[in-house]
C-alpha cells in the first residue's frame, strides 16, 4: 500500500480512509491514515475488532464532520 500511495501522489498522514470493515482502514492507519470505520453497513460487527487508534462513528455525515473538525484545526 505504500508503493500505490506514493505513485498517486497521496500522504497518508494528511488522509482520511473511510469503511465499514476492519480491512477497510486497518492498514491505512497503521501506515499513517487517520483511519474511520463507519457503523453503517457491516460497521457495528467490526466495531469491537478495531483499534483504539480509529475513529468510530455512526454514518457518513458523521466521518465528514469528523473530518472537517480535524482538518479545521
Request: charged share 30%; hydrophobic share 45%; net charge negative.
Amino acid at each position: 500500500m505504500r508503493q500505490e500511495t506514493a505513485d498517486l501522489g497521496m500522504v497518508l498522514s494528511r488522509s482520511f480512509p473511510v469503511g465499514d470493515a476492519t480491512s477497510d482502514v486497518e492498514v491505512a492507519a497503521e501506515l499513517g491514515g487517520r483511519a474511520i470505520l463507519v457503523r453503517t453497513g457491516d460497521g457495528t460487527d467490526h466495531e469491537a475488532r478495531v483499534s483504539d487508534a480509529l475513529w468510530v462513528v455512526d454514518d457518513l455525515e458523521a466521518a465528514a464532520d469528523r473530518i472537517v473538525s480535524e482538518v479545521r484545526r
